[in-house]
């Protein structure tokens, strides 16, 4: 699997319907993709899943989205490493475009296969910007899904998700 998917941190994917539009304001209102501009400021204690996904609320909202159902792209394990929930599962059917207007999956199957769209140009935040990252001069993002490249909860072993995303 590339490296594309594995860029996705609190990468968030509205469940609403798509307008190809052109002006700066109705793109922002058909995002529906983006990377975090910035966390929450507790590492990866994000508040669990409903306090990630307030986060992107907060973060698209600021940025002019009118959507109201964000969800970020985070997976999450049972105790004991039981199945939890599949950031697959979380985020809609797609297609998802980002905050220029420019389609980065499909469908669920697009957005984990390598045909995918996302990349430095396209994986973008809320504003629209590019996120600094490996092989630029400064990395400021780290990126945690708790996930594999299929969007399913990982079974890599040990604490893949910071005790649910509970944890610094």
């Given at each position: 699997?590339?490296?594309?998917?594995?860029?996705?941190?609190?990468?968030a994917?509205?469940?609403?319907?798509?307008?190809?539009?052109?002006?700066?304001?109705?793109?922002?209102?058909?995002?529906?993709f983006?990377?975090?501009?910035?966390?929450?400021?507790?590492?990866?204690?994000?508040?669990?899943?409903?306090?990630?996904?307030?986060?992107?609320q907060?973060l698209a909202?600021?940025?002019?989205?009118?959507?109201?159902?964000?969800h970020?792209?985070?997976?999450t394990?049972?105790?004991?490493?039981?199945?939890?929930?599949?950031?697959?599962?979380?985020?809609?059917?797609?297609?998802?475009?980002?905050?220029?207007?420019v389609?980065?999956?499909?469908s669920?199957?697009?957005?984990?296969?390598?045909?995918?769209?996302?990349?430095?140009?396209?994986?973008?935040?809320?504003?629209g910007?590019?996120?600094?990252?490996?092989?630029?001069?400064?990395?400021?993002?780290?990126?945690?899904?708790?996930?594999?490249?299929?969007?399913?909860?990982?079974?890599?072993?040990?604490?893949?998700?910071?005790?649910?995303?509970?944890?610094?």
């Amino acid at each position: 699997m590339t490296d594309r998917i594995r860029t996705l941190l609190l990468t968030a994917i509205a469940l609403t319907g798509l307008d190809l539009t052109i002006s700066a304001q109705a793109q922002q209102d058909s995002m529906s993709f983006f990377v975090t501009s910035v966390g929450k400021g507790n590492g990866a204690d994000l508040g669990g899943l409903a306090g990630a996904d307030a986060h992107c609320q907060a973060l698209a909202q600021a940025a002019g989205s009118t959507k109201t159902n964000w969800h970020a792209y985070l997976s999450t394990t049972e105790p004991g490493g039981a199945a939890g929930v599949n950031a697959r599962d979380r985020i809609g059917k797609g297609p998802w475009q980002n905050a220029k207007g420019v389609v980065v999956a499909k469908s669920v199957e697009d957005l984990h296969s390598d045909s995918n769209n996302i990349n430095k140009q396209t994986a973008l935040t809320e504003k629209g910007e590019t996120v600094s990252g490996r092989g630029d001069p400064v990395n400021m993002h780290d990126i945690l899904t708790g996930s594999d490249p299929q969007g399913l909860y990982s079974t890599a072993g040990s604490d893949t998700t910071c005790g649910n995303w509970t944890k610094t």
